[in-house]
C-alpha cells in the first residue's frame, strides 16, 4: 500500500474527492475499476459516480476498490472526518507476522545464548 501524508487527507472535503485522491495516487485510469472484475460494470456509471454525485459508491466495493488502487486514501479520510489521529493508528499483527516475530527472538535468543557458551569454552 501507498502511504499518503495525513495532511492530503486532512484538505479531502468530501469522501467522494478521497475516492477521485485515491484512484489519481493509483496511476491507474477509469477502465481499471470498471467492467468484468470491476467496482462497478460499465464506465458511464463509474464516472456518475467519481465526477457528477448522480450515484453512489458501492459500499461494499471499497476494500477491493483500495486494494486494487494500492492506497487506503477513503478509509483514512473516514477516520480523519470521525475524529481519529491517523499518526496513532497502527495495523494489526497478522499471524505470520506474528510467528516471524516469535521465531526471530526465539533465533536471537539461542544465538546469544550459543555466543555465551562459545565464550565460556574459550575462556573468556
Known sequence: MQDIDADVIAKQ?????????????????????????GIVKD????????????HNFPQDALNKFMDKAGNEAPLMWLLHSRGYDLGSLRKRETETERDLRIANE?????????????SLLKGR
Not at 472535503?13 to 472484475?37: E, I, R
Not at 458511464?44 to 454525485?53: C, L
Request: charged share 20%; proline share 2%; glycine share 10%.
Open 106 to 118: 526465539q533465533l536471537a535468543s539461542v544465538t546469544e545464548r550459543l555466543r555465551y557458551a562459545e
Open 43 to 54: 464506465g458511464a456509471q463509474w464516472s456518475r459516480i467519481m465526477n457528477s454525485g448522480q
Open 13 to 37: 472535503p468530501s469522501m467522494t474527492s478521497a475516492l477521485k485522491l485515491c484512484q489519481t495516487t493509483s496511476g491507474l485510469d477509469d477502465k481499471a475499476f470498471t467492467g468484468v472484475g
